[in-house]
């Protein structure tokens, strides 16, 4: 069974930093396109932040620009999302999600919408709170 699990959330100061993980469990995330998505309370979904699955291409939510940054790690099996500058607007449950190429395409690039996802975590909290 394909599952996705992260790490790396907690509580932080605003102005802090975070940096979060996502690993595939039973499975390499190696030839995938990964996600970052959030959730507050109360909230719809929001996309912050993709990789590409050959690594060409990172996107980032309008609102995390400039703070967060995803990358992949050196034996391309785990994604990380680190996050500095952090908000009172960050506060979520964050969850990676990812999918693997279609369209015979080698380094395929997902939209920030959950939809172009198939397999997801289950988040990770990120509490900002002084």
């Known amino acids: 069974q394909v599952q996705l699990v992260e790490s790396g959330g907690g509580l932080v100061e605003p102005g802090g930093s975070l940096t979060l993980s996502c690993a595939g469990s039973?499975?390499?995330?190696?030839?995938?396109?990964v996600g970052w998505f959030r959730q507050a309370p109360g909230k719809q979904r929001e996309g912050v932040a993709l990789?590409?699955?050959?690594?060409?291409?990172?996107r980032y939510a309008d609102s995390v620009k400039g703070r967060f940054t995803i990358s992949r790690g050196d034996a391309r099996s785990t994604v990380y999302l680190q996050m500095i500058d952090l908000k009172a607007a960050d506060p979520a449950v964050y969850s990676c999600?990812?999918?693997?190429?279609?369209?015979?395409?080698?380094?395929?690039?997902?939209?920030?919408?959950?939809?172009?996802?198939?397999?997801w975590g289950k988040g990770t909290q990120v509490t900002v709170s002084s």
């Open positions: 039973g499975f390499s995330l190696s030839d995938y396109a």
């Open positions: 990789i590409s699955s050959r690594d060409s291409e990172t």
């Open positions: 999600a990812a999918t693997p190429p279609i369209g015979g395409k080698v380094d395929f690039v997902p939209t920030l919408q959950y939809y172009d996802y198939d397999y």
